[in-house]
């Protein structure tokens, strides 16, 4: 007994290593030895009488009968806890002279086994089992599977393993079968032998073999290939942009708020819809400025002018930026200046203030006047390419609608005289007011002769 106590200590007192879910399946291969000697039969036994139990138990060379093989293949389900299936065949020699011929023996069944201390080089073990055990005592020298000593057991033991790898090693072992019908033989069963453990290793315990596990040290979900999906998007943390927030496939697993196709994490205004162009903020004119930039997030602007429009102060359509002439409307050859600009259009005007009419007449008459006529021709001929609008007037004396015509004919009047001096048609135009804006008062003599006149004005 105290050599039982030994073992038993001698079991449980190194460090251990164990059959692991890095290699879930063992082979076993070994020889076996059957002693029915140390078992406390009672007068019923086949081997009747016998010792108490355990008594002599390592008396190996008077009852252990040696046999092979021996053999039993495991599974690891978790932890150190395994189930298999084993098998022993032998054959009885020894039981204190009382065979006068040796006769078989066999045994199958299934098993559990929970090892300790995993992860160790040396790894005790216990098992429970259950199976049919046969002693075939008809002295046939075949092996015959079905003897009337075929009973069913009950088993309980103890071993120990020692790894030599993490997949070779030798195993000892040693089981109590207690019969479960009357006529059966309690014994011992011991095994030694060698083992080999294999088979596609499931390292994060999460049901997926490593093989096609896409993340096996990390316990995931089959339907992600054994990777883990923290905030339950359907995207991977390995492939999850943002892993800890729930978020959407199509954006890497991360939120789109404001439903603009950028995800929040890249979108400088994630709670309203923008452009992708502008890093998710909205431009409400398309003029390239965020509306929070904007100072006109309504018009198209300029960048250069805080996103609002450059003014065109003299509708010219050349913007005050780079009007030479804001105030003036010109043309684009000129940068936005006329061709006549308002100081000759000016002097102009001031050479007309000469040209005089009679009343109801449209002849030019006087020195004054045709001085005035000449020098006018000549400030077209230095300024070549400027073009003149040639406006006629008249009193408030008679008819409106013969005033009407009467301006027109003043206005013609100066224009022929301009092309007779040598000015191109092409560059005159004409066109008449009648009584309308007068300079001069119409009641008075002096006004009204002043309103008799023609003014001048660049085409544009």
């Given at each position: 007994m105290?050599?039982?106590?030994?073992?038993?200590?001698?079991?449980?007192?190194?460090?251990?290593?164990?059959?692991?879910p890095?290699?879930?399946?063992?082979?076993?291969?070994?020889?076996?030895?059957?002693?029915?000697?140390?078992?406390?039969?009672?007068?019923?036994?086949?081997?009747?009488?016998?010792?108490?139990?355990?008594?002599?138990?390592?008396?190996?060379?008077?009852?252990?009968?040696?046999?092979?093989?021996?053999?039993?293949?495991?599974?690891?389900?978790?932890?150190?806890?395994?189930?298999?299936?084993?098998?022993?065949?032998?054959?009885?020699?020894?039981?204190?002279?009382?065979?006068?011929?040796?006769?078989?023996?066999?045994?199958?069944?299934?098993?559990?086994?929970n090892?300790?201390?995993?992860?160790?080089?040396?790894s005790?073990?216990l098992?429970?089992?259950f199976?049919?055990?046969?002693?075939?005592?008809?002295?046939?020298?075949?092996?015959?599977?079905?003897?009337?000593?075929?009973?069913?057991?009950?088993?309980?033991?103890l071993?120990?393993?020692?790894?030599?790898?993490?997949?070779?090693?030798?195993?000892?072992?040693?089981?109590?079968?207690?019969?479960?019908?009357?006529y059966?033989i309690?014994?011992f069963?011991?095994?030694?032998?060698?083992?080999?453990?294999?088979?596609?290793?499931?390292?994060?315990?999460?049901?997926?073999?490593?093989?096609?596990?896409?993340?096996?040290?990390?316990?995931?979900?089959?339907?992600l290939?054994?990777?883990?999906?923290?905030?339950?998007?359907?995207?991977?943390?390995?492939?999850?942009?943002?892993?800890?927030?729930?978020?959407?496939?199509?954006?890497?697993?991360?939120?789109?708020?404001?439903?603009?196709?950028?995800?929040?994490?890249?979108d400088?205004?994630?709670?309203?819809?923008?452009i992708?162009?502008?890093?998710?903020?909205?431009?409400?004119?398309?003029?390239?400025?965020?509306?929070?930039?904007?100072?006109?997030?309504?018009?198209?602007?300029?960048?250069?002018?805080?996103?609002?429009?450059?003014?065109?102060?003299?509708?010219?359509?050349?913007?005050?930026?780079?009007?030479?002439?804001?105030?003036?409307?010109?043309?684009?050859?000129?940068?936005?200046?006329?061709?006549?600009?308002?100081?000759?259009?000016?002097?102009?005007?001031?050479?007309?203030?000469?040209i005089?009419?009679?009343?109801?007449?449209e002849?030019?008459?006087?020195?004054?006047?045709?001085?005035?006529?000449?020098?006018?021709?000549d400030?077209?001929?230095?300024?070549?390419?400027?073009?003149?609008?040639?406006?006629?007037?008249?009193?408030?004396?008679?008819?409106?609608i013969?005033?009407?015509?009467?301006?027109?004919?003043?206005?013609?009047?100066?224009?022929?005289?301009?092309?007779?001096?040598?000015?191109?048609?092409d560059?005159l135009?004409?066109?008449?007011?009648?009584?309308?804006?007068?300079?001069?008062?119409?009641?008075?003599?002096?006004?009204?002769?002043?309103?008799?006149?023609?003014?001048?004005?660049?085409?544009?």
């Amino acid at each position: 007994m105290n050599k039982f106590v030994f073992l038993i200590s001698f079991l449980f007192s190194g460090v251990i290593f164990s059959q692991t879910p890095e290699n879930p399946w063992r082979l076993f291969i070994g020889i076996s030895s059957i002693d029915t000697y140390p078992t406390g039969a009672d007068e019923n036994s086949t081997f009747y009488p016998q010792g108490e139990l355990f008594e002599d138990f390592f008396n190996v060379t008077d009852h252990w009968n040696f046999g092979i093989p021996s053999i039993s293949l495991s599974r690891n389900i978790k932890g150190g806890l395994s189930i298999g299936l084993e098998g022993t065949l032998n054959k009885i020699k020894k039981i204190e002279g009382q065979l006068d011929s040796d006769f078989s023996y066999y045994s199958a069944g299934a098993y559990i086994k929970n090892s300790f201390l995993k992860n160790k080089k040396i790894s005790p073990f216990l098992n429970l089992g259950f199976g049919y055990t046969s002693f075939d005592l008809s002295k046939s020298e075949k092996l015959n599977l079905f003897s009337k000593n075929l009973h069913k057991t009950y088993s309980v033991g103890l071993g120990i393993d020692i790894n030599f790898s993490d997949k070779f090693g030798i195993t000892f072992n040693s089981s109590f079968k207690n019969p479960y019908e009357n006529y059966g033989i309690k014994h011992f069963s011991n095994h030694i032998g060698m083992f080999y453990s294999f088979g596609i290793p499931d390292s994060d315990k999460d049901g997926i073999p490593d093989d096609k596990d896409s993340c096996p040290d990390d316990p995931g979900l089959k339907e992600l290939n054994g990777c883990p999906d923290a905030d339950g998007d359907g995207v991977a943390d390995n492939k999850d942009s943002c892993p800890e927030v729930f978020g959407l496939i199509e954006m890497d697993g991360c939120p789109d708020s404001d439903g603009d196709g950028l995800s929040d994490k890249d979108d400088q205004c994630p709670e309203i819809p923008g452009i992708i162009d502008m890093k998710g903020c909205p431009d409400s004119d398309l003029d390239g400025i965020t509306d929070e930039n904007d100072e006109c997030p309504n018009l198209a602007g300029d960048s250069l002018n805080n996103g609002c429009p450059w003014p065109d102060s003299d509708s010219d359509g050349i913007l005050d930026k780079d009007d030479l002439c804001p105030d003036e409307k010109g043309n684009s050859i000129n940068n936005g200046c006329p061709e006549l600009s308002n100081e000759i259009i000016q002097t102009l005007n001031e050479l007309g203030t000469k040209i005089n009419f009679m009343a109801e007449s449209e002849k030019i008459i006087g020195k004054k006047a045709i001085n005035a006529l000449k020098e006018i021709k000549d400030l077209l001929d230095n300024n070549p390419n400027g073009n003149l609008i040639i406006e006629g007037y008249a009193s408030s004396e008679g008819d409106e609608i013969y005033n009407q015509k009467l301006s027109e004919r003043r206005a013609k009047s100066v224009m022929n005289y301009l092309i007779e001096l040598g000015v191109n048609p092409d560059r005159l135009e004409i066109n008449a007011f009648g009584e309308d804006n007068p300079i001069g008062n119409n009641e008075t003599i002096i006004g009204r002769s002043k309103n008799r006149r023609v003014q001048f004005k660049t085409k544009f």
